[in-house]
């Protein structure tokens, strides 16, 4: 028997060593670089730069406030936020996704964040209260979640990131803060805000937009930037999931120059001066819901100074499951990894647990990560993702998959004792002998039984089997939060 002490997620790779250091930069191999006719002012950063404090007046973590949403009402991760939001769903065995954006925060000295949320948010809202009070303290920070809320004014839930701002500005502007970072909670890129803060002011801009300096397979989908040779904005578009051009536009009034401008996917990142966030929304804007269709649109329309910001780092916007499964086969390659969970200069921060060491026995595992709390028996696995507290019995085989975990641990005589555990169901939760998956997501709680195929064996590309516990997204088999797959099913 072999115990391992794992204090965070950790690779298993013979003869291979923890790629911390000296990460060669790789695009993301969906982009196509745009044409070198681009502007040539334009700011462009790279995830791959040295985060080192930058001297800025007023300092950053004096000045600028982060305000980080957890999703809206329609996520593109479904069945994995049926009961969760997309910031809270688990990510690379120990953490969550908004744990990404939250790290770029704290690792860019911005110590004061809020975080807004609505939908499904009771998981995200209990992890952002715990995970980050003890490392923000030593540093006068904060990370407060306002929750959707009513009032006497308006009787009404959020009805965008427009709104929910607006309704807690009251909040938002205790703090003497210059800047607010509007930030998506569930992205997974490392930038150093600290950069985009510099060049706003140097710009003496009243909205940067963060892009894209590349075009994607798949639009992002939070509008296209035209830029001009100045930097500015000039034109920004909102295109719907069809491809086709919505009336949502705003043209600055600005007179372009001859030199070709470019055309940049926008991120959905935003900073906003403090005065300006307040004049568009309560002024020229008091019934705007969104800040992409309507208020960026409006303020490049009035003549406001909306300037770009270029990032060349990599960046997933957990688009589809697809998207989701592929950034977490990111933490296990041998060279080339694209986020690097192992960056002592950037760390990734997320809730600390107190769990016992993973225990291993007898398994035979390759290029993996395993994360805490583990009981892994005479197994095979094979470039795998092995979240906390999985089970896995002996003879299972598991290959190219994403195992989220469990919540809880079940007494080992429980599981053995006629076959029932402590909740009356037959089946424990973890994976059970025998039992193969190949490029699968079990999300958290599940329960497979014994003999169980779940290999996508007639190549499925989509199948919605809810009712019976799982779905398949893209070819990839998604089995949903606590189902229960019976001894010997084929999937």
């Not at 009243?206 to 034109?235: C, S």
């Not at 055309?263 to 307040?278: E, H, K, V």
């Not at 709390?373 to 197994?379: D, E, K, S, V």
Request: net charge neutral.
């Amino acid at each position: 028997m072999v115990t391992l002490q794992l204090s965070c997620p950790i690779i298993v790779k013979p003869q291979a060593k923890l790629p911390i250091l000296g990460l060669a930069r790789n695009q993301q191999k969906h982009l196509s670089k745009l044409p070198s006719s681009f502007p040539a002012s334009l700011y462009i950063c790279s995830s791959q730069e040295p985060h080192y404090p930058i001297p800025l007046f007023p300092p950053v973590d004096q000045s600028v406030a982060a305000v980080v949403f957890g999703d809206g009402s329609e996520s593109r991760l479904y069945p994995l936020t049926k009961r969760r939001s997309e910031g809270a769903i688990p990510l690379a065995a120990n953490y969550r996704l908004v744990d990404a954006v939250v790290s770029n925060c704290i690792n860019s000295n911005i110590n004061k964040i809020y975080a807004l949320t609505q939908f499904n948010s009771t998981s995200l809202n209990l992890h952002l209260s715990r995970a980050f009070t003890g490392i923000l303290r030593g540093k006068d920070g904060f990370v407060e979640v306002i929750a959707a809320y009513q009032s006497l004014e308006d009787q009404d839930w959020f009805q965008g990131n427009a709104d929910a701002i607006r309704r807690c500005l009251w909040v938002l502007e205790e703090y003497p803060v210059t800047e607010f970072l509007i930030l998506p909670g569930h992205h997974l890129y490392k930038m150093d805000y600290q950069r985009l803060i510099e060049a706003h002011r140097n710009n003496k801009a009243d909205i940067t937009i963060v892009a894209l300096n590349a075009i994607r397979d798949k639009h992002p989908g939070f509008g296209f930037l035209r830029v001009n040779p100045a930097n500015q904005v000039i034109e920004f578009s909102m295109k719907s999931e069809r491809e086709t051009i919505t009336s949502i536009s705003g043209k600055s009034s600005r007179k372009s120059d001859s030199v070709a401008s470019g055309n940049f996917p926008s991120m959905g990142i935003y900073l906003i001066n403090r005065d300006t966030m307040s004049r568009l929304l309560k002024e020229y804007l008091p019934e705007a819901t969104d800040l992409g269709s309507e208020v960026i649109p409006a303020a490049i329309s009035i003549g406001m100074k909306v300037e770009a910001y270029l990032f060349d780092g990599y960046w997933e916007d957990m688009r589809s499951i697809e998207a989701f499964y592929h950034a977490n086969m990111e933490c296990i390659k041998r060279s080339n990894m694209r986020y690097n969970f192992y960056d002592r200069d950037c760390p990734v921060y997320t809730m600390p647990r107190c769990l016992p060491p993973t225990m291993i026995r007898e398994a035979v595992i390759r290029d993996s990560v395993v994360g805490d709390g583990c009981i892994i028996n005479r197994c095979k696995i094979k470039g795998t993702i092995i979240g906390m507290r999985t089970r896995i019995g002996d003879g299972a085989v598991i290959e190219d998959s994403v195992i989220m975990g469990a919540d809880f641990y079940q007494q080992e005589e429980d599981i053995q004792s006629s076959g029932k555990c402590i909740n009356h169901k037959a089946i424990p939760v973890g994976i059970g002998e025998d039992t193969q998956i190949k490029k699968a997501v079990i999300d958290k709680n599940a329960r497979i039984g014994k003999n169980v195929l779940i290999i996508n064996k007639d190549g499925v590309q989509e199948g919605d089997r809810e009712a019976n516990g799982y779905i398949i997204s893209e070819g990839i088999v998604v089995i949903l939060h606590g189902a229960e797959i019976a001894d010997g099913s084929i999937i």
